[in-house]
Structure formats: C-alpha cells, structure tokens
C-alpha cells in the first residue's frame, strides 16, 4: 500500500522499463493508448513519445506519477498551442497499485498544472464508454461529458465507442466556489 502522495513528475527514460508490462492485451494497451498502437508496447513507441516534448511549444508533455519512489502512473497531454486546448490521453495506473483512488490525485496535479499556463482555455479526452473507473474518476476531478461517438473504434473483431469530456477554465472558478454559490 503507497505510504506517499503521488509526486507529479516529467516522463523519463528510466520510467520506460517499469511500463513495458501494464497492458498484457492487445485490447488492453488499446484501451489505454488507442487504436494506433503496436502490441506489445515497447521502448521504441514510448520513446517516439517522449521525443515528442521537446521545444518551445511542444506537440505533447508526457508526465509520471510517483509514490514512494516508485512508477504509480502516467499520463500524456496533446497540446494545441493555437486554439488553448489540450487532450489528457494514455492515463494509467500502474497495475499493481489500481483500485486505490491513485488517479485522482495524478491527474489533478496535471489538470493543475495545464491551467496555470494562461494560454489554455480547454482541456479535453476521450474515454471508452465501458471504462467506469476512467469515467468515475474523470467525472469526479469536474470533466463533463460532451457527447459519444459511436462505433468509433475497431479492436479486433468488435467496435467500441468513445465518450468525450471536457474540462473548460472557466468551470474550475465555478467549482472553487462554494456551495452556495456566494464568493469566499
Ligand atoms: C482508469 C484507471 C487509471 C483508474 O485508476 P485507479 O485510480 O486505480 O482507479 P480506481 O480503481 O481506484 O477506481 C476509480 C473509481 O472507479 C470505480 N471502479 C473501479 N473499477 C470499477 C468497475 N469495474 N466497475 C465500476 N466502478 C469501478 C472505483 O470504485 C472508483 O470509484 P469511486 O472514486 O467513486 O470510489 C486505471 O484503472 C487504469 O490504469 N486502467 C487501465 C488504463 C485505462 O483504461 N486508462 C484510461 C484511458 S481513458
């Protein structure tokens, strides 16, 4: 049981190693990363990844999640520097620590830290709609869902569809008011 709350922290390459067996299905690193990736996952398609966060403006920033030293979680945001948006993706929990709420608090330090650049307006992700612990944990950090695409995915022989939410800066005031609506 993690003793330490989760540090956010940026993907390294010594993270990698510790990744390569938390999806053990081709349906499973699918339903973490998408239809675009290779099974199983390797070094090479982490590393294309990671490649893709250099710059000023970066295509991407790949973040993990410690506890006690140790890899508890990873999550990547998409950015789109020209229109203020960023799409969370490739949320996971290390398997041997999931079902212990540690998303949570991953992903709001990310949601954290993507708003406090004033550029972003709009956080996005897509989440497939059998996924109840990715959806009750996005639904509890403040996503709404905006709507479902249908039979949007092929996994083999069947499709899946896709749920979207968001996340706009402007529902974080209203959360940080109290019930009542009054200011603090
Ligand atoms: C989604 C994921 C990141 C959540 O990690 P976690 O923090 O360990 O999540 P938990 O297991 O603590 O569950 C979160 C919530 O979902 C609920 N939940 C978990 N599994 C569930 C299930 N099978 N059915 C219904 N509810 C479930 C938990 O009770 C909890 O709800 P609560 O907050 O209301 O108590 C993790 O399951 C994971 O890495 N999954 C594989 C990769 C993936 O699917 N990523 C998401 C891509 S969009």
């Given at each position: ?53 250099s710059?000023?403006?970066p295509?991407?920033?790949?973040f ?68 109840t ?52």
């Open positions: 049981m993690p003793t330490a709350p989760v540090q956010l922290e940026i993907f390294a390459q010594h993270h990698i190693a510790d990744m390569l067996d938390w999806f053990p299905t081709a349906a499973a690193l699918t339903q973490w990363g998408g239809p675009g990736l290779r099974f199983p996952l390797d070094a090479t398609q982490l590393e294309e990844m990671q490649a893709s966060t710059g000023n403006e295509a991407r920033w790949v993990s999640g410690i506890v006690d030293g140790n890899l508890a979680g990873h999550a990547q945001v998409a950015l789109d520097w020209e229109n203020g948006v960023g799409r969370l993706g490739r949320v996971a929990i290390n398997p041997r620590l999931r079902g212990l709420g540690l998303a949570h608090p991953f992903l709001q330090c990310i949601i954290e830290r993507f708003f406090a650049d004033p550029i972003f307006e709009r956080l996005e992700l897509n989440v497939y709609t059998f996924n612990a990715a959806i009750r944990t996005y639904l509890k950090l403040g996503f709404v869902e905006e709507g479902v695409r249908r039979s949007s995915a092929r996994v083999g022989d069947v499709r899946w569809d896709t749920a979207i939410y968001g996340m706009l800066r402007s529902d974080l005031s209203a959360k940080s008011l109290p019930q009542n609506g009054s200011p603090t």
